[in-house]
């Protein structure tokens, strides 16, 4: 190379990057066009990984920025190859229409905005109110647990709404009695209303809580990461290719002779499940048989042979179908430990890819902990209407974190299914101890349901507090 074509290299390489489109748009362009971030990143030279930190707002440089860019223009022309020419600003137009405004599917109240072809209003607040036009003004409470402020200010990094100082938000069960306390003063001590208020405002509640129990905290939540297909519903009602293995088992055999059969109902399932080793920031994608404990997410996995189906349930649930699945960390966990030499209950686990980030146990140990305070206090009170509010909000904060309408604050399908299959691992391990204690486990469903032959009271204390069971139903089984 002379000296000249040096210059005109290095001049060439001087000049201003390429310009590239909003992060949402990137991915909206390669989906537009049916291709998957492996074809686009074999074609650019980089990592299927790479690919997905562009489409969620990390930016390349160099060569590959270029790239890039030629692939987004490129794709945007294919998919509008003859763009409308811009309008002349002198020339005046007719205003296109306002749409007109149908039966919102969640509240029933005029709304005007559509998801997936469903009229719904994208705004939580406006939902379960009549329109902002047609609405008095509101007279807010005194002194209630705070929903987020009409103009929120954002975390740093995170990508929530902050509460404002001025609100006070609630970090203490305190707060939780205040709301409980104003709900009860406005419906004149109608405990049903009251209590109905209360649980229709679990969720903005739920949300400010959170962010009350994390401020100070060591790691910054990352509330709108990008999302791997995986965690995609497959259709508009569809459910996405995530296995949580709840399980739904009975013995099919018992011991000759009439059987007195406890049903256990575990207290709190998805209050404890909250304390489980939740990903905080983005997944990276992986490939290989090791598992890192500090990082947590999902997994493809090849489930081992389960030979004890007779008295225990299956750890990764009722499956039909062989070959490897998608199964969330609380669940490779726990068949890890089964495979240790301390069980020996089956062989490991075949891990064939992952989706994980850097994780804690204890992210959302402060908010649980102000809920369970919550709830003990509630029931040592017999308050049901604060016990009712307390469930809803635990409850509704983990089934909202996925593609929801009533949570614009979290977007965290992964959490979700993270959360759901710790209740069902934790379900499992109290199975375990019930057999290991010499107990004949009949049943195992869902979160909190299980059915012991045997004195249980002397393995499982009983009372209702999440550390406890209480009984929910007794029924005989086999003849004498």
């Not at 009549?130 to 929120?152: E, R």
């Not at 709301?179 to 209360?198: M, Q």
């Amino acid at each position: 190379m002379s000296d000249f074509d040096a210059i005109d290299a290095l001049l060439a390489a001087s000049g201003p990057e390429a310009e590239l489109p909003p992060a949402e748009e990137r991915r909206t362009l390669r989906e537009a066009l049916n291709l998957s971030q492996a074809q686009v990143a074999r074609a650019i030279g980089v990592s299927p990984t790479t690919v997905g930190g562009w489409e969620s707002g990390r930016e390349p440089t160099g060569a590959v920025r270029e790239k890039y860019a030629y692939f987004l223009e490129s794709a945007r022309t294919r998919l509008n190859p003859h763009p409308q020419p811009e309008p002349d600003p002198e020339s005046k137009s007719e205003p296109e229409p306002e749409p007109e405004p149908e039966p919102c599917v969640l509240c029933g109240e005029p709304a005007t905005e559509q998801i997936e072809g469903f009229t719904q209003h994208l705004d939580p607040a406006e939902c379960g109110t009549p329109a902002a036009s047609q609405a008095p003004a509101p007279t807010p409470a005194p002194t209630s647990v705070p929903t987020p402020a009409p103009a929120p200010v954002k975390l740093a990094r995170t990508g929530r709404r902050a509460t404002t100082a001025a609100a006070g938000g609630p970090n203490t069960p305190d707060a939780i009695s205040r709301a409980v306390r104003d709900a009860l003063a406005a419906h004149e001590g109608d405990l049903e209303a009251a209590t109905a208020a209360l649980v229709k405002r679990a969720i903005p509640d739920a949300m400010a809580l959170l962010d009350e129990t994390r401020k100070g905290g060591r790691y910054d939540i990352v509330a709108h990461p990008w999302i791997p297909d995986i965690l995609r519903k497959q259709t508009s009602r569809g459910p996405d290719q995530i296995w949580e293995a709840r399980p739904k088992w009975t013995r099919a055999e018992l011991p000759p002779g009439a059987h007195e059969v406890t049903a256990l109902d575990i207290n709190g399932a998805y209050l404890s499940a909250l304390k489980t080793h939740l990903p905080i920031g983005q997944l990276e994608h992986s490939t290989g048989f090791g598992h890192d404990r500090r990082r947590a997410g999902v997994h493809l996995v090849t489930p081992p042979a389960w030979e004890h189906e007779g008295v225990l349930p299956n750890p990764i649930g009722n499956r039909d179908e062989p070959g490897p699945l998608w199964i969330t960390e609380p669940t490779l966990r726990l068949l890890l430990r089964l495979s240790s030499p301390k069980y020996g209950l089956c062989d490991p686990p075949t891990i064939h890819e992952s989706y994980t980030s850097g994780a804690t146990e204890g992210l959302l140990e402060k908010f649980r902990i102000a809920l369970k305070d919550a709830r003990d206090r509630a029931i040592g009170e017999d308050d049901e209407v604060t016990l009712e509010y307390v469930k809803a909000m635990y409850s509704k904060f983990v089934a909202t974190m996925g593609e929801s309408n009533y949570n614009r604050e979290l977007y965290r399908p992964d959490w979700m299914h993270l959360i759901r299959s710790q209740a069902f691992s934790n379900l499992w391990m109290k199975a375990y101890k019930a057999y290991d204690e010499g107990l004949t486990v009949v049943r195992a469903m869902g979160t909190d349901e299980l059915h012991v032959i045997g004195d249980w009271q002397s393995v499982f204390p009983e009372g209702r507090s999440v550390a406890e069971v209480k009984v929910k139903d007794r029924y005989t089984v086999g003849q004498d």
